[in-house]
């Protein structure tokens, strides 16, 4: 299982800090390679930044399809939703990013205009194409007493709900995380409801970390580590 980072770029630039600075975008040439070398790929992630601020993703997907293995994407759905269009067959899973279904407060944390509203466009065209979609619904003190209304909302588009606890950027941020009791009570409730999930870390989701074992993260230089979280060269 790989992910990659297909661009550094986004169109958000959050108030916890998140961001490249210096963006760069992976080629696909260099894409090619990386899928070429890797023998007995099970799964591929493509991830960012925003991969749809690659100009060459349509062809990365395309390519990857074309040998079996169906990419899911991480993506904020904030742009380029022609694109869906292009790629409606190849994917596997869309993974969209949410935090609040406000748009003045998700367009506020994102520091973005019609953050959210973008995102439901982008998620009622992939619906109306049949498109396989999950929303990573990022839980923070803030938004975690609405898991119902996140759930309902996923449920309407016939979405997978799942449970990303957040994890600040930015120290100054550090107030905004769930302490271990109100993750806990939120991942033993959430998990009562069918089609959701909880994301690693939590102790319902993986007891040991696969990163480095099972799953590998490739930086958009190329370079490999654990996984997302892990700055350690490979």
């Not at 770029?9 to 963006?23: C, M, Q, V």
């Not at 890797?38 to 960012?48: D, E, R």
């Not at 498109?131 to 996923?154: C, G, Q, S, T």
Request: charged letters at 20%; aromatic letters at 12%; a neutral charge.
């Amino acid at each position: 299982n790989i992910i990659i980072s297909v661009t550094d770029k986004s169109p958000f630039s959050p108030i916890d800090g998140l961001g490249a600075e210096n963006p760069i975008s992976m080629k696909f040439s260099n894409f090619k390679k990386i899928i070429d070398k890797i023998p007995h790929v099970q799964s591929v992630t493509l991830t960012g930044g925003e991969p749809f601020m690659n100009e060459d993703l349509v062809k990365m997907v395309k390519y990857c399809s074309r040998n079996k293995t169906y990419p899911r994407i991480n993506t904020s759905g904030y742009l380029n939703h022609k694109i869906l269009e292009d790629i409606k067959s190849d994917v596997e899973l869309l993974n969209i990013s949410l935090k609040y279904t406000d748009d003045v407060i998700e367009s506020k944390w994102n520091r973005a205009s019609h953050s959210f509203d973008n995102c439901l466009n982008f998620i009622k065209k992939a619906s109306k194409l049949e498109m396989p979609l999950a929303i990573n619904w990022v839980a923070d003190k803030i938004n975690y007493v609405n898991f119902y209304k996140m759930y309902e909302f996923a449920s309407v588009y016939k979405a997978q709900l799942i449970v990303v606890r957040y994890i600040p950027f930015n120290p100054s941020y550090n107030g905004l995380s769930l302490s271990e009791e109100e993750w806990t009570d939120l991942t033993t409730h959430a998990k009562k409801f069918m089609n959701v999930h909880i994301a690693f870390p939590s102790v319902h989701s993986y007891s040991l970390c696969p990163g480095g074992i099972n799953r590998l993260f490739i930086n958009t230089d190329g370079t490999v580590t654990p996984c997302l979280e892990e700055n350690t060269l490979i």
